[in-house]
């Protein structure tokens, strides 16, 4: 009997069926890329399929793929040593603890380093509660803070509901300052920034005694790419000022030059007390974090147990790998790029607009992006709502499913299409870019009341 042969992506792809399991999805029926190399903005699979990255993994692989720089500096430190305790020191570990200090904010001088953004969520929450002896921390509803237990329950983002039942405690949630879609039914431009006085009054209600701290994103993700309305930040110092609560900036997915700056906050003149960030500190090349806090914080514990530790802790391979991305972000002016090139997809997408009456709205700092698709503009219907149920995808996944068979690779989620490409991304690949989505898009533009 003759045995027929399967091609080797098919292989691979089956092998990782049979013996992985896949993150917010369904084990059955999902058709994962098998990519076989990436360089620059590009994915290949095992067919030499090319795929344009247009979403930087995870939003994460912000110099692009296959930079071999990080490679040799990788292998450079493993030859020296791989591992140390964290109560050991290494000279890549002082070194980029001294350059993030440098290009953090402010007096944010010291840094944790964490294994990855939700462990760098968790020590910051931790931090908060032990220094200032407070319990309870002020998020938004509408952020993605990390799926480990603490970082799943400060953040709003649906996929906690499922374990809903076992959230961590102490932690309490705002509405968020959503212009497009206010939910306090105010016009921009006219309104009294009732998204913070939302926030004041919140804290009078929680008794300012017991908030440890408010958590923002430097910038908005996942959740859409919600722009903070001018002097939104500023606001919140102020409030934090005023009762002695800390500003922490979730800068996991914003940080190192996503939003044309270091860090999306800032954009907005304000210096945070601690910022915790992964990500794009080493772009994804190894898993790796960061929590970096004020001076006046980390002098608290100059005399005072820091009861704070990973194994992993400032692990010297990843100290490597982030302080060779630190340099190409600089030496290959990348962090300018991003913001060029952002003003650029603005213009575009502009453009985009009078073609298809399907884009509602377009929110976007640097090369953190989305566009957001409706059925109707003046009653701003979402193609697909928040949280949307499978059944209410069908026609978002038909404008996904185009997007992949045109060769791309990016973040579609509700009535989402992201648009986060790496910072070393050309006019000419944004234009390839955008072209797809544009012929992805006409679908949802044949569902526009």
Same mark, same amino acid.
């Given at each position: ?37 990436? +360089? ?42 791989? *591992? ?29 380093? /964490? ?10 929450? =931790? ?43 102490? #932690? ?46 430097? @910038? ?14 500023? =606001? ?19 940080? #190192?030059?996503?939003?044309?700056? &270091? ?18 500190? /080493? ?16 002098? *608290? *514990?100059?005399?005072?147990?820091? &009861? ?16 060779? /991305?630190?340099?190409?972000? @600089? ?14 997809? @603005? ?24 566009? +957001? ?5 003046? /009653? ?28 791309? *690779?990016?973040?579609?989620? &509700?009535?989402?299409? #992201? ?7 050309? =006019? ?22």
């Amino acid at each position: 009997m003759e045995t027929k042969s399967i091609s080797e992506a098919q292989e691979i792809i089956q092998d990782n069926m049979d013996y992985t399991l896949f993150s917010w999805s369904k084990q059955k029926g999902i058709a994962p890329i098998a990519v076989k190399h990436g +360089e620059g903005v590009y994915l290949y699979d095992y067919d030499d399929k090319r795929y344009l990255d247009f979403s930087s993994g995870l939003m994460n692989v912000n110099i692009g793929h296959g930079n071999q720089r990080i490679t040799d500096a990788v292998v450079k430190q493993m030859q020296e040593i791989s *591992y140390v305790t964290p109560s050991c020191v290494t000279k890549v570990r002082g070194d980029l603890g001294k350059k993030l200090a440098e290009i953090s904010p402010g007096n944010l001088t010291k840094t944790l380093f /964490t294994v990855c953004g939700a462990t760098a969520i968790e020590n910051a929450i =931790k931090l908060a509660r032990l220094y200032t002896g407070r319990h309870k921390i002020i998020t938004k509803y509408r952020a993605f803070h990390g799926s480990s237990y603490g970082a799943m329950s400060a953040g709003g983002d649906p996929r906690k509901l499922p374990a809903d039942a076992q959230q961590a405690p102490n #932690f309490v949630h705002v509405e968020d300052p959503f212009c497009y879609r206010c939910p306090f039914g105010q016009e921009f431009g006219k309104c009294q920034y009732e998204c913070v006085s939302h926030i004041q009054r919140v804290i009078e209600f929680e008794g300012p005694e017991n908030v440890a701290a408010i958590l923002m994103e430097g @910038e908005s993700g996942s959740s859409g790419c919600i722009k903070y309305p001018p002097d939104y930040f500023k =606001k919140l110092r102020t409030i934090c000022d005023k009762y002695g609560i800390l500003l922490i900036a979730d800068e996991v997915m914003s940080g #190192f030059g996503r939003t044309g700056k &270091w860090f999306g906050i800032d954009n907005h003149g304000v210096v945070p007390d601690m910022i915790a960030t992964a990500k794009g500190l /080493t772009s994804g090349y190894l898993p790796f974090g960061a929590l970096i806090v004020s001076d006046t914080i980390a002098k *608290y *514990y100059d005399d005072k147990v820091l &009861w704070l530790g990973l194994t992993y802790s400032a692990h010297p391979v990843g100290c490597a790998a982030a302080l060779e /991305t630190l340099k190409i972000y @600089e030496e290959d002016n990348l962090i300018a790029n991003a913001a060029t090139m952002g003003k650029y997809i @603005e213009k575009r997408v502009e453009e985009m607009k009078v073609q298809h009456p399907s884009i509602g709205d377009f929110r976007n700092t640097g090369l953190l992006g989305c566009i +957001e698709l409706v059925k109707n503009r003046d /009653t701003k219907e979402p193609m697909a709502p928040f949280n949307a149920k499978p059944d209410e995808m069908v026609i978002m996944n038909k404008v996904a499913a185009k997007i992949k068979e045109l060769g791309m *690779y990016t973040f579609v989620r &509700w009535n989402y299409i #992201f648009i986060a490409p790496p910072l070393i991304i050309t =006019k000419e690949q944004i234009d390839e870019g955008l072209e797809i989505i544009s012929e992805a898009i006409a679908i949802a533009d044949s569902y526009v009341d």
